[in-house]
């Protein structure tokens, strides 16, 4: 597989600089095979854990970063092709730590491959998927796919009318049954949901969900509460929950919570954040949407005054965790492949510097899932990056502005891609 990645490597970089590519192939006839490594020369580098490099370089070799530095600092191998990437940014592909995958493996590989296209390189699949292609398919590794992760059927209270793909327990022994289930099928996280649907249903109390997240640590697993009211966050704090896959939305926080949050600074929260309610534009997903598609979304969105105030709620508390130096990961829910660039520009819209948000998208997300090998330009990880034709850190709305993404070193053939997926499309 990565022999013929790099191959393909290769070829793209010949077709598209024939003149500089020739000076590698030359050395046919001379001691020094011609090097399997590629320098991208020139671009500003957003590394993914805050720091910026202007006028940077890295080597990829094979699947892998194998240096990074700026222009001078790393030592481009004899024989290496090179790229320009003089006026472009580079920053890490994301990571989407809360998502929601189709069940079914091709509608699943269809999606994970929408994804790439729109820069993810991992998306964990939170809690509604029965059967076994989501556990068959993270340990595969998709041609032009994201690569993804299950948290198989999550956990809840009953509630029918809902999704029935839960686990629906009412005692704590069914509670701690259904992690034994999850722990045996080595789900990536446990995922429980605790709200009452504006008073529709008895929520999981606070007996049956400290039920789960203590068996789930016996079992070695992390929890990720689904959260509604502060309330309820209190209670999953003091309970031991490892992440919030939602902000707190019922209300402004207040000083219990952050103080119960800083006895557990490792606890993540996943924001989340919902529409801001504010119209804007689809015009940037011509890629891969039909333009009648685009022309029908443009006229869904308006302004939304109720929907604003629900915003500025989650915005102001997510705002005060990430300010208390909790640490702030990164998700979309649903399961549109583009919607990583809309709550990036929530998250900025709603306080966060744009260098935050990035770090937030890659490199907290990628610590927080377990992906050692994701969320940073660094030597020795994965050479997963997106290239983009302006800065975000200017305005966060510049990662649509992209150029190419490159997963395990090498290139998405994007056009072709969206093509397929605007054809495909139901
Ligand atoms: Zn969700």
Same mark, same amino acid.
């Given at each position: ?12 970089? %010949? !077709? ?13 006839? +001379? ?43 790393? $030592? ?19 990571? &989407? ?7 079914? #493996? ?8 929408? /994804? ?16 076994? !292609? ?7 590794? *998709?041609? =032009? ?17 809902? /999704? ?9 022994? $069914? ?5 034994? $289930? ?61 992440? %919030? ?16 949050? #800083? ?19 689809? =015009? ?15 006229? &869904? ?51 966060? +510097? ?10 907290? +997300? ?7 090998? *994701? ?6 990880? /994965? ?32 056009? $072709? ?10």
């Amino acid at each position: 597989m990565s022999g013929m990645s790099r191959a393909r490597l290769v070829a793209m970089v %010949f !077709a598209l600089l024939p003149s500089v590519a020739l000076a590698g192939a030359c050395d046919a006839g +001379s001691d020094t095979p011609p090097s399997s490594a590629v320098a991208f020369e020139g671009a500003r580098i957003i590394v993914g854990d805050g720091a910026v490099i202007e006028d940077g370089v890295f080597v990829v070799d094979g699947d892998r970063f194998a240096q990074v530095g700026a222009a001078g600092d790393v $030592e481009v191998p004899d024989g290496a092709a090179r790229v320009d990437l003089s006026g472009k940014t580079v920053m890490p592909a994301i990571v &989407n730590a809360h998502f929601h995958l189709n069940p079914e #493996r091709e509608a699943r590989t269809e999606q994970l491959r929408h /994804s790439a296209y729109y820069g993810t390189a991992l998306a964990v699949s939170l809690g509604l998927d029965e059967g076994n !292609a989501s556990f068959q398919m993270r340990d595969e590794v *998709l041609a =032009d796919g994201a690569r993804s992760q299950t948290a198989g059927r999550g956990i809840t209270s009953p509630e029918p009318g809902r /999704s029935e793909v839960p686990h629906w327990v009412t005692t704590e022994d $069914e509670a701690r049954a259904a992690v034994r $289930e999850l722990a045996a099928q080595q789900v990536d996280i446990v995922k429980i949901w605790v709200d009452d649907r504006g008073g529709q249903y008895e929520r999981l109390s606070p007996e049956l969900y400290g039920a789960v997240i203590d068996e789930a640590h016996t079992n070695g697993l992390r929890v990720t509460a689904h959260v509604f009211r502060l309330e309820d966050a209190k209670g999953l704090l003091r309970a031991g929950v490892d992440a %919030f896959a939602h902000g707190i939305r019922d209300m402004d926080i207040d000083d219990e919570v952050v103080e119960l949050w #800083r006895e557990r600074p490792h606890v993540v929260l996943v924001p989340n954040l919902p529409g801001p309610g504010v119209a804007e534009t689809f =015009d940037w997903l011509s890629g891969s949407v039909s333009a009648e598609r685009i022309a029908e979304m443009n006229a &869904n969105s308006t302004d939304r005054p109720q929907a604003q105030e629900f915003f500025g709620i989650q915005a102001r508390n997510m705002v005060r965790l990430h300010g208390e130096g909790f640490p702030v990961a990164f998700g979309t829910d649903g399961g549109s492949p583009w919607a990583v660039h809309q709550e990036l520009a929530d998250m900025v819209r709603a306080g966060m +510097s744009p260098a935050d948000v990035i770090v937030a998208a890659t490199s907290t +997300s990628a610590v927080f899932v377990g992906a050692d090998d *994701l969320g940073t330009v660094e030597a020795g990880k /994965s050479a997963d990056f997106i290239v983009l034709d302006a800065n975000p850190l200017d305005d966060i709305t510049n990662t649509r502005a992209i150029s190419t993404v490159y997963l395990r070193g090498v290139a998405l053939d994007r056009e $072709e891609m969206g093509a397929g997926f605007n054809s495909r499309a139901p």
